[in-house]
């Protein structure tokens, strides 16, 4: 499914809102919502840079997300969905 997602337009609804939700709860979602919130499009768009730049990061890094690795750390493949979504313009 991510394989061919790949050769599509990348949309929040489709790809990316899935891909945070496991990824990034819950401590970026408001049942805990300690941290940063990354559970909408507006807060993913704000934050697109910086979600990028950690997921790319070394997992020993400090800085590296998920924090700490408590989540499984991203594939090469979902990183790719969130640079072309950057790239195409972020669609809803
Ligand atoms: C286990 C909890 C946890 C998970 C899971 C997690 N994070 Fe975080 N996140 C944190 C903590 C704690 C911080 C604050 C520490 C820091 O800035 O490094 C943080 C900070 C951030 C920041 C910086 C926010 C700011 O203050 O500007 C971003 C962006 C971020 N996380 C993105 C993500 C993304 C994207 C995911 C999923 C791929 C994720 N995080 C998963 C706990 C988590």
Redesign the pocket.
Same mark, same amino acid.
């Given at each position: 499914m991510l394989a061919t997602a790949l050769d599509s337009k990348v949309s929040y609804a489709d790809h990316i809102q899935p891909l !945070?939700e496991i990824?990034? %709860?819950p401590?970026?979602w408001p049942e805990k919502g300690k +941290?940063?919130l *990354?559970n909408t499009y507006a807060t993913t768009v704000e934050?697109i840079d /910086?979600?990028i730049y950690?997921?790319k990061l070394p997992s020993d890094s %400090? /800085?590296f !997300?998920?924090? +700490?690795s +408590?989540?499984l750390p *991203?594939s090469a493949t979902q990183i790719q969905l969130l640079v072309n979504w950057r790239d195409q313009g972020m669609a809803r």
């Open positions: !945070m990824s990034c %709860t401590c970026h +941290k940063k *990354l934050n /910086e979600i950690r997921v %400090t /800085e !997300m998920p924090y +700490k +408590k989540r *991203l």
